[in-house]
């Protein structure tokens, strides 16, 4: 049974490959009752190929994500229940897709095309209650890729990730609308360390529900 505070909310953790979003989603949906949603990494068709060749199979692999992240968002709208999501729809397009189109994956027909249904569907949902940023360092990215041991994620460049650090910053701090929290994740072991986690609880205590006021 889920457990609510004053209403039924959308709370939604953001973060760059490697960062821990899945795991710090698991242990909130656990601590608060919220049910989670996660992104769907491990059953994309078309991740392998992408890591393989990244501009042959980009806008295939941008597709599918996005209308992945549509249908959660849609779900979560129609939810009674809070619901905590590893990754939205916001940062899979102003982060990835937007990477993508820079370095030159997608051409102009495809992110235009994408950008349209982006659009689309963003006009029929809102953002999230809270996002909670998780900010990580590339060496601390790369150690937990290489900890998780995905096959297809040993290749990813070092200019990828730090590409997508970029877009990170600048879309939670310039282009998102909605409330953010940030947690610097470098220094701190949340899955291993209680009292790193219990930082982390009352950080979110009192940005939703006013609780242990600085």
Excluded at 123 to 145: C, T
Excluded at 149 to 163: A, F, H, V
Excluded at 165 to 188: A, L, S, W
Aim: contains cysteine.
């Amino acid at each position: 049974m889920c457990q609510t505070y004053l209403k039924h909310m959308h709370i939604a953790i953001a973060g760059n490959i490697g960062s821990g979003k899945t795991t710090l989603t698991r242990l909130l949906a656990r601590h608060y009752g919220w049910e989670p949603r996660f992104e769907a990494v491990d059953y994309n068709p078309y991740m392998e190929d992408y890591y393989k060749d990244i501009q042959r199979w980009s806008f295939n692999l941008e597709c599918f994500f996005l209308k992945e992240r549509f249908k959660t968002q849609l779900e979560i709208a129609k939810c009674g229940h809070t619901v905590i999501q590893d990754r939205t729809i916001y940062e899979g397009v102003y982060v990835f897709t937007a990477n993508n189109k820079a370095m030159g994956y997608l051409d102009d027909r495809d992110f235009q095309t994408y950008m349209e249904l982006f659009a689309q569907m963003t006009g029929l949902v809102r953002e999230p209650d809270l996002m909670i940023y998780l900010r990580a360092s590339v060496p601390h990215l790369v150690q937990n890729i290489q900890k998780r041991g995905r096959d297809y994620e040993q290749t990813i460049p070092l200019e990828y990730l730090s590409n997508l650090n970029e877009r990170y910053e600048d879309f939670i701090y310039h282009k998102y609308p909605g409330k953010v929290m940030t947690i610097e994740v470098d220094d701190i072991d949340y899955l291993n360390v209680p009292r790193d986690f219990a930082g982390i609880i009352d950080k979110i205590d009192r940005t939703l529900f006013g609780l242990f006021p600085d």
